[in-house]
């Protein structure tokens, strides 16, 4: 079955979610339980840590499941 990534954003960042691609590593969770976390929905709460902090974290995702990117103004 084909999902369709899960897409989180705040004024800074986009993130997405693709639960086909997780291997429930946890470490998201684990490592930033306030932005990533496992029993309230939505699960991802990019109020919960600095853009900066949340940045770094995603890109410690081993499946790449979690991926990012910048939003940007349109001038």
Not at 51 to 56: C, G, L, N, R
Not at 57 to 72: D, I, M, T
């Amino acid at each position: 079955m084909k999902t369709t990534p899960n897409v989180f954003s705040n004024n800074d960042i986009t993130v997405t979610y693709n639960p086909c691609e997780c291997i429930n590593a946890e470490r998201c969770a684990k490592e930033l339980s306030n932005v990533f976390r496992q029993t309230v929905i939505p699960w991802i709460d990019l109020e919960g840590a600095s853009t900066k902090k949340i940045i770094a974290q995603v890109k410690k995702c081993p499946s790449g499941a979690l991926q990012f990117h910048v939003n940007k103004e349109v001038a």
